[in-house]
């Protein structure tokens, strides 16, 4: 019998199950072990966040693990301002995929796998997560002035009840078109133009179709954090999305005035930024851009807002090239999203960046080139899609009238004057920014110019998006206009003693807010006047005084829906047609806010709209003849309600406030039998005038 004489562990490999010992392999890298730890935690942070009933939180995680890998700025807000912007237009680019998968918005997934990218991005450029905490006075001075605009445009909706505050936040068939929108995606899961046939019940087709939607989107994606994926119901669709639409115009006020301060370059300091920051939030706080809020110009205040945080990363670029493409690329296909007719602007501005920053660009030209080739497309998909594939004509919307508060031309003039002086200075030769900030300013106003000419050689006329165009330029004069602080001197050598330094400082700052406030109009000294007549405001009364103080520029039909709310006929999800008042404009808008909270817009939008024509069916008089004949303008606007009942693709329940067109309206119903009308009569139901706003 031969005998092994191999060692004993030689003799141990040799039996089954058992191999060299674990003390005897080598470890595994930490990294790899760090990496597979951080996936995890990239779900399970969600998941226990879902759990326990906070999913918003992830939004703050997700700016936060966003902001951690750039490293752009050294203080806190250089750092989150760009990388709010960054996250928004990569996650309205993911809304593409989101749209499609089978989990829609849901929170856990869509954070799980936004949190994966990240943890896998910062492995791959081998970046650990990095968050400045330092501030500058400045900063205090933008989110103070970015507070106090939130407030300026929120305050008419501070003062009453929730119902009360229908007649600011649905005052106009914008506004509830936009919140339909915002409600079809969210209920839909994505884009409602990759699916329309879902979202068809819920919006009219035009909307939903072809409207830029990547503001709602991206709203509605913020709201299945907030409600944890589980969607509003009733009036509450139109609470939410107000909410989103006045953080939205705090966000544009704080992008643009650190885009002001940024643009103009690390030389901007102390009093100066400190000027140029309360300069910009308290005229964009109080000034004629605040009529954005009230005229429902939602996706157009958040794609000014990523223009111009575009403008100032484009005019001063990150260190790093990967940063620069990946936040150039990322506003870009924002601003195509939430608001097309700003993409040449923003892209003739991306333009001049790379034709200014060509040699750097060009020694990675291959990253470059497939950031374009990407970026471009998926930015113009809005632009493109619409006529492809729904025959939408944009040559003959780009003359179309509409209702706006235009800039001021002797505003517009002042603003490009100050970004002309703070620009064309020696400096421009050598100062790249400079060149990008004047050939930018350059290039959009040349392109608006070609706008004019469009519509002049078309219609003869100056038209609405013209004006919008306007506004968008404007933004772009004030963050250039940021450079001539950088021309502004003290006048005199004096240098403060070292110990009183912080005083001279905290002085001179304090003086530079008052003189911003001063200014820019934005303190009154006089009643709040304002005057119906020409639709401006009166002396010494600037357009956020109008708004805030309430009552002045309003829609009339806050009682009525409190009144049908409270009596539980809206959100119920019967289809509703609504006669509260003689005006027929103001029945069509009740009966559109009625569809929005009942989600049927798409379902009845024809009939909705048609009710401006009831008109004069309430108080009707008694008639004074033996046939009961009313009189020819009341008899008019029944047959047109019943016209409209006929119409309905579904069986409909009328609302009306006068019993005698209560009563025309079931001999109608018994009548016509199959038609399942449905005839309420709620006495008490409030009428109101029409001012201004229901002009729209």
């Avoid at 089978?102 to 954070?111: C, K, N, Q, S």
């Avoid at 469009?454 to 404007?474: C, D, E, F, R, S």
């Avoid at 008639?623 to 029944?638: F, K, M, Q, T, W």
């Avoid at 009548?671 to 309420?680: C, I, S, T």
Wanted: charged share 15%; proline share 7%.
């Amino acid at each position: 019998m031969a005998v092994d004489s191999r060692p004993e562990a030689s003799v141990a490999e040799d039996r089954p199950g058992s191999g060299t010992p674990l003390r005897s392999l080598p470890r595994p890298p930490r990294r790899y072990a760090v990496a597979v730890a951080l996936l995890a935690g990239a779900w399970v942070l969600p998941i226990l966040a879902h759990l326990v009933g906070l999913d918003a939180l992830m939004l703050v995680v997700l700016l936060a693990g966003t902001a951690s890998l750039l490293r752009t700025g050294r203080t806190l807000l250089d750092r989150l301002v760009p990388a709010a912007g960054a996250l928004a237009g990569l996650l309205i680019a993911a809304g593409l995929v989101f749209s499609v998968w089978p989990w829609g918005l849901a929170p856990v997934p869509v954070a799980g796998s936004t949190l994966t990218v990240l943890v896998l991005t910062g492995l791959a450029l081998g970046r650990r997560p990095q968050l400045p905490l330092r501030l500058r006075g400045s900063d205090l001075i933008l989110l103070a002035g970015t507070a106090a605009a939130g407030l300026v445009v929120a305050l008419p909706t501070l003062r009453g009840t929730p119902t009360q505050d229908l007649a600011y936040s649905a005052i106009n068939g914008d506004r509830m078109r936009h919140t339909t929108l915002f409600d079809a995606i969210g209920r839909v899961g994505g884009y409602t133009f990759l699916d329309f046939d879902r979202a068809r019940s819920i919006i009219d087709e035009g909307t939903g179709r072809t409207y830029p939607s990547g503001m709602h989107y991206l709203y509605a994606l913020i709201e299945s954090f907030v409600t944890g994926g589980h969607p509003a119901a009733g009036l509450t669709v139109l609470v939410h999305y107000y909410r989103y639409v006045l953080v939205g115009y705090a966000f544009f006020v704080l992008a643009t005035g650190w885009a002001a301060r940024w643009a103009a370059g690390p030389r901007l300091g102390g009093w100066r930024a400190v000027l140029v920051c309360a300069a910009v939030t308290a005229w964009l706080g109080t000034g004629v851009m605040t009529t954005l809020v009230w005229e429902a110009f939602d996706p157009e205040v958040l794609a000014l807002a990523f223009l111009a945080l575009a403008v100032a990363i484009l005019a001063r670029p990150p260190a790093r090239v990967g940063e620069q493409l990946l936040l150039t690329a990322a506003l870009v296909v924002a601003v195509g999203f939430a608001y097309t007719l700003f993409l040449p602007l923003v892209g003739v501005a991306a333009l001049v960046g790379m034709v200014v920053y060509r040699r750097r660009l060009w020694r990675h030209r291959w990253p470059t080139l497939a950031v374009l080739v990407v970026a471009g497309t998926v930015a113009a998909l809005p632009l493109v899609v619409p006529p492809l594939f729904f025959h939408f004509n944009a040559g003959k919307q780009l003359t179309l009238y509409g209702f706006i508060v235009p800039v001021p031309k002797r505003t517009l003039l002042f603003v490009a004057a100050l970004a002309a002086a703070g620009l064309l200075v020696p400096a421009l030769r050598r100062l790249p920014r400079l060149q990008v900030l004047a050939g930018t300013a350059t290039a959009v106003t040349v392109v608006t110019l070609l706008t004019w000419l469009y519509q002049k050689a078309t219609v003869g006329a100056t038209q609405y998006y013209l004006y919008k165009m306007l506004q968008a330029v404007l933004v772009c004069y004030l963050v250039a206009a940021g450079t001539l602080a950088l021309r502004v001197r003290d006048g005199s050598g004096w240098r403060a003693p070292a110990r009183w330094r912080p005083a001279a400082r905290l002085l001179s700052s304090a003086t530079a807010v008052v003189l911003a406030l001063v200014l820019t109009g934005a303190v009154a000294f006089r009643p709040v006047q304002f005057r119906y007549e020409d639709m401006r405001p009166g002396p010494d009364t600037n357009w956020g005084a109008v708004w805030a103080k309430g009552r002045l520029i309003y829609g009339p039909y806050a009682s009525a829906l409190g009144f049908l709310n409270n009596a539980g006929y809206l959100g119920d999800g019967k289809p509703t047609l609504i006669v509260f008042d003689g005006n027929g404009l103001l029945n069509a808008h009740v009966s559109l806010v009625a569809a929005t909270a009942n989600h049927q817009l798409g379902l009845l939008g024809t009939q909705v709209y048609q009710m401006d024509k009831v008109n004069d069916l309430v108080r009707v008089r008694p008639p004074g003849n033996p046939d009961g004949v009313l009189a020819p303008r009341v008899e008019a606007s029944i047959a047109a309600l019943e016209n409209i009942v006929r119409g309905a693709p579904v069986p409909v329940r009328v609302i009306v406030s006068d019993p005698l067109v209560a009563q025309r309206l079931r001999d109608f119903a018994g009548a016509e039998p199959a038609l399942r009308l449905d005839v309420v009569y709620l006495p008490g139901l409030p009428t109101e005038g029409a001012p201004w706003p229901t002009r729209r």
